[in-house]
Structures are given as structure tokens and as C-alpha cells.
């Protein structure tokens, strides 16, 4: 293992959650405290990795002094109560720009929250800032964007992947514990990959996105990044949990389920076999590896699995996000085409060319292949394979050796992530300490539609099984 | 009143399946006599009108002798029982050609009845033959076919209207009681307007989709097409209704609801005020005008109800026709372009180039004004208005006096059906004894989705109210 540069060197560096929570119950801290260790960092570690286009220093002292009041007053919203976290920009904040990364919404600042960020908020989180995107999450590598390339904590001149690429270059480097992304074909566990954090994109339609711009709206879902599965599982809670009144407040309706290896002893695991994950290059592969050898020494039952139906998903992910993100975006290319950054522009204009035939034959082999791998599915619980099939690139690449096999950076960063966004079932990445020569390496657990019990349990066992895995307490 | 040529030439002008079922079951006929009557005049007027690609002498004998055979021996399958209808060659007959009006599909022979057609045989119908289609449906003239053009009984210079032109022209013309026909813009209620019958676009959706064959699958709807609005009904009971095993042998599950325009005395009636219906000539203007006097006198309560958001559907209708009927044909237009009717061609390569996005943009229009529509009708039970704008054009007429305020025949035919169609609202078609020199008026009326009863009853109502009305006993 070997996890270089700014990897960690935040305050919450292997730092949990479940630890910090424990330490402002116990007097040992405070949610001021903890809020100004995430501002400084921001401000001095962040600054260098690019990965905040906001920070909101008075926004999060206000709510980590309310969260201390609270707390003093007897009022405990869980173990999110006075915690920092990082916004990615796509998602609506009350009184707090939110930009999407691009000029058209220079200093734009929504009147209200989006609905995951009230969730949070009920949670008693402190919404620290907003994290860079993609410009409009288009794209994978967020190194398009109007403040410019998110940086990669192991490395500063390689890109975080995206595009949700400034929450987990925030969370990799420990300067919050947890943070939102948006992910359409891969743009939670894609920088999650890259960065070495966790990322899970819940089931499709799971999460009420109210609020959060939308790329593609049959594949856009938000999920959390952090660095742990446990934290990652306290970030899904919250997201996925309505904020309900219950007399004197509001709070989240159900508690938190924590992560529990011991559920899933003997889990049936299927890694696929197809022309897709074939592809891939020594750190992938390597990563698979260690995560099977790891997971069938906790005793999963490990099989192979043909899933040729991997391989026939791209053409229609791409007719399919196409059609939808032009039709969001067709009126600002009209207006007002300069204001986006010129690469976004060239994917739009290529987007409004899918005819509008191919988008409705896309969602009809969407449905068949959606039935058609529920029942490939029935034989295991989960799918283990590759996140992405490389590490990360350098910033602004765009080409890769054709002996890779994939025609170019943008291709080969979704080719592994997007399958399971077209089909919408719920996906988590996880570090795998070992892999490439100075890059953590990572893995994709999936699972069945609405079994992200299931999914974080399995990345909980996972977790625990890889020899030398960081054990964030 | 006045309605020329070949209106209620056939055995069954002016003789409803009411008073067929009584004379089968009195002795004073049979269904194998109704039968030959059937046959002999599908053979002469209709060989004048080229309403049956094809009559199906063998099989309608076969049925119609075990029909007369089930009711010897005590076998009764309700009022179809007997009674020869016709259906629209997109709709598949197992063992009998259906063509889609296509030489793409000469010959094609399916091995399994449409669902539709297994209710109708299940309900003891005789199937008499194949009816004329507009070539696969795609458009409302019914002169392009590869058996050549429908002639409209009342005037046989001038077209059926369609696509379902052949059913139409065959009740008009009384060569048979009943007829399916397929709305997709008004493919039913246009060509009964046309040629003096009553056609019912059923909501969108609660129709078996089964071997119909497609063209715009989220418009597509199976319809009847008869003499009267109590024969009306009873074909929509046989469509809407699932055959169910029940011991030695299947029938339909519920038994048909007869049309009472006394349930319905103080039924409200809106009349939309907007700019379609504003370019309506002056036949449609006195068959609406009519209609409403009718109705008024009937104890109906009549509003006017601006309704702008009938002027934006046409946009959104043409995207979503155009993007899912290209997606059914294209590998027949890239295989094959030859084949096509050389019209319908160039519909489809026109279609071929709506974008994806604009695809997506007509579904989010469609499902707004969808819920902006049920909001206003709040107000109304049903909405009453011309069907059609003009009376039938001559054949192969394409053209229209641009005062009219209509670009040609196509759109002109389709501009009052195809908004219902896009919403999905169910909408009936009612001749009305007045309106043009020589032609049938008509008017549409237009219920909430799922209220088919309250549909039928006002148009019953309609019926009995006008003066000088055929009553078809």
C-alpha cells in the first residue's frame, strides 16, 4: 500500500465519524472545534487541491454553535450532530452559491435547500462548503470547470476523476468526513476510485432529488463519499431518510443501521465475465484480486459469472444521457454558448445530435437488459468487479495507448460505473490497499435494486478482510 | 340531413347488433345467414369502397356455424355472439394475412390472435375480414396503401379519412355492425367523422397492447367503430375485457354495460374556447352548434372553457409520434425503402430526424399538460367539440386553401383528435345529422381517463337528442 502527497492530511485523516461523535458527547471536543479544524484545512490543504469552489465559514460556525446548543440543551439529532460536510456545487444550498461548476450560474445562490441537504441538516450536519464539479457533472475527469481542475490528493498532477471530483479529493485528504456527490454514469465512485474513498450510488429513483441539477434524470441519484463504509452508510442514511416533525423539531424518521460484516458470512459473489471487464489494466486487475482472495477468506462463496449483457450498455447509456442532458442545457447553448468551457460545449452539440428514435430504442433495451440481469442476478447476491479499468490519469488527458483498448480517457473512466447506472441498481467503490506502484487501488460491489443493507454490509466484510486496510475508528 | 352514395348500403345500415342478437336467438335468423349477408355485400359495395384488404369467406363460415352450434346447445356468449365485425389489418388474426396496409407485410400470415381479437372470438364474434389501413397506420387519409385507397361511402371521390378507413367505410357503408379500428392521433374517431359512424379512442393504456401492431406505442390504443353508440359500447366491452376460464369453456368476465343518457340528465359539458377550434369551417361550426342546442334541450349544463393548452399539443405530438414510429421502422427503411409507399417514406425519413432531446423535452411537456388538463376539467364532466375540422377531402388531396389556417390535409384532419391522443383522455366521435351539403357532421366528446361510462352515456345522450337521428334498433 502506498498512499502519497496530501492522502489523509486532513484533520479526519482516519478519523471516523462514529469516533468524532463520540468525542463531542464526551467534552473531548466540540462541534465548533471540529468545524474549525474543517475550515482551516479547507482553506490551507484544500486550497491546494482545488476541491471547494465554496467554503462557508460563517454559514458553518453558525450551525456548529447551534449543533453545540443543541447538544447542551439535551436535543441529540444522531450521530451526523455537529459533523462537517462537503456539498458537491450541483446541489441546491439555501443562502449558499451553488454554481454547477460553470459560469452560467457564476454567484448564483438558491433561495432554498435541496432535499438531501435538508436531510442532512435535520441530521444536525454542518454543511461546511461546495465542492467542485464537473462543469454541469459532464464529464468524468473534473478538470472542467469554470474555478478550474479538482487535484488528487495522491497525487497533484493526476485528476480526482469526477464528476464528482471535489467531494472525494475533500474526503481522500481528510479535510471533511463525509460529502455529497451526484453520480449519472459513475460520478460518485469514479473520483471515489481514484481518490481512495468510498462511494455508493444507491438504487436509481431511491433518493429525492429536488434541488440537485439534473444531468440525466433516469440515471442522475445522489450518494455520499467517505472514508469508511460505515461512514458511507451514515451519509446514505440521511440521504435516503425523510425529515419528518415530531413535535418540538424535526428529525430523520428511522436511526441509522450500522454496517455489519457478521450478516453476510457466506455470501454468494459473482465476478463478471465479459468483454468489459477484460479490459482492464494490472491495478485493476490486482485490486479484484486482493478483494476476492480477501472476501473468500471471510468466507464468501466466490463464482464467475457471464454477463455479456455488460458489454451492450454503452451505446445506450450514451443515447440515453445524451438526449436528456441536451434537453436540459438546449436553451443555455442557444443563448449563451461561451459561457460554457469548450469541451462541454463540444459534448453538447454532439449530444443534440442522438435522433430521437435511438432514445426511445435505448430505454426499451434499458428495460430489457434491467429484466434480463435480475435474472442473471438470481445466482449470487453480489457482483464484484472493477470500479474503473486504470489509474488515474494525468489532468487533462484525453488519449490513451489503443492497446488499452479504449478509445480514450472519457470512455474507459465510465466504461465500468455506467452499466449499472443504465440499469440502475445500487453500486459502492471501495479502496483496495494495494493494486498500483503509489495509487490506492479500488473496487465495484453491486447489488440487486433497494438491497443497500446487503451492499454495505458486503463492503463492511470487504473492508475488513483486505490486509492492511485503514480501520477509520 | 342528407348522406349519398353507398351510407347504409349494407345489410346492417340502421340495424343494430341489439336487435341481430334478438333475431338469432328468436329463430328469425342465424349467425350463418347474418353472415352471408355480411359476406355477400364485404364482396360487392365493399370491393366499391376497397374498405377489406381481405374477407375471410372460410373462417367467418367456420364461426359463424359453430355460433349457431354453441347457442343449440345452450351456449350463450352474450350480445357479439354471432355478429360479424371487421378488424384493422394492423391488428393480428391467427391464420389470416394481416398486412398493416404494407408490402413489407404481403402475405404475413401471424400464427396467434391479438389479444383484442381473442376477446372479440372469446365474446362469439365472427371475424369477417381484414379492413383497410393507411400503411402502418402512419396517417389520416387512408389512400396510402399498398391495396390502394378506402372510398368514403357518402362520396366515393373523397377519402375515408384514417388510418382506420376501412373499418370505418364498412360500418358507414352497413356492411357490417362493428369494427376495430387504432388511434394513435385520432385513427378511429377520425375516418368514422369522416364517413358517418361513431368511433371511441379508449384511455391510453387500458387496452391489451398484444399484436396491434405499433406505431407510437405511448399513443397507440385500440378502438370500435360502429352504427350506434349502444353498438359502440358493446365493442369497447369485448376490447376492455379479459377472457377468463370459467369451467368447460372461456368467456369475458364482466358482462357489457348498456349506454343510459338518463344517468347523465345535468351532465356537464364544457366547450373549449381556443385557437383550434377557431380555424374550424363552417360545417364543423354547425355540427358543434347543433350538438350543443341537442344536449342543451337534453337537461345538459353547457360552459365555455378557455383551454390555450390545446393550442400547445401539436409540437409535443408530432416529436413523440415521429421518434417512436421511426424507431419501429428503421431497419425496414434502411432494408428495404422500396416497399414503402413513397409518401410514408418520406414521413419516416422526416421522422428519423427529430433529435433525442426534443424526444425527452415533448414526454415533460406532454406530462404537464397532462396534469394541467385534469386540473381544468375540474370544472366539466366532458368536453364537447368538432372532431374534425373539415369535411372529407377528396382522395390524394394533400393540399388546403391556406384562409383555412391549416398548412394541409394532414395536419388539418389531426389537429382537434391528435391533442386528446397526446394527453391520453378518451374522446368518442358522434355523427350528427347535419353540418355540411352533403356529408354527416360529427363532434368529439372528450372524458376523463378511465371514464369510458360516462363517455358512452353523454354520447347516448347525444344520440337520442338530435333531431332527425338515426335510431339504429
Known sequence: MSAG?????????????????????SGESTAVEITEQALAAAHSVGAELNCFVTVDDDGARRAAQLADAELVSGLDRGPLHGIPVGVKDMIATSGLATTMGSRHFAGDTPAQDASVVSSLRTAGAVILGKTQTHEFAYGPTSDRAATGAARNPQDLSRMTGGSSGGSAAAVAAGLIPLALGTDTGGSVRIPAALCGAVGLRPTQGSIDMIGAFPLSPTMDVVGPIAGSVADTALGWWALSTRPESSGAHWSLWTAPRIPEPGRVRGVRIGQPVCDLVDRVDQSARGGQQAAADALAASGAALTELALPELDETSGPYYDIQSAE??????????????????????RLEAAARVPGWRYVRALDVRRRLRA?????????????????PLEAPVINQRDLDPNTGWSGVREALLALTSPWSLLGFPAISVPVPMGGETMLGSVQLVAKPGQEHLLLDTAALLENSLPGSPKWG
Chains 1, 2 share one sequence.
Open 5 to 25: 502527497a496530501l492522502s489523509g492530511a486532513g484533520p479526519f485523516g482516519g478519523l471516523g465519524i462514529a469516533e468524532l461523535a463520540r468525542r463531542i458527547r
Open 372 to 388: 434480463g440481469m435480475l435474472d442473471k442476478l438470481a445466482a449470487v447476491d453480489i457482483v464484484l468487479m472493477p470500479t474503473v
Open 325 to 346: 442532458a441536451y434537453e436540459i442545457h438546449e436553451e443555455r447553448v442557444r443563448r449563451a454558448p461561451e459561457l460554457f468551457d469548450p469541451e462541454v460545449l463540444e
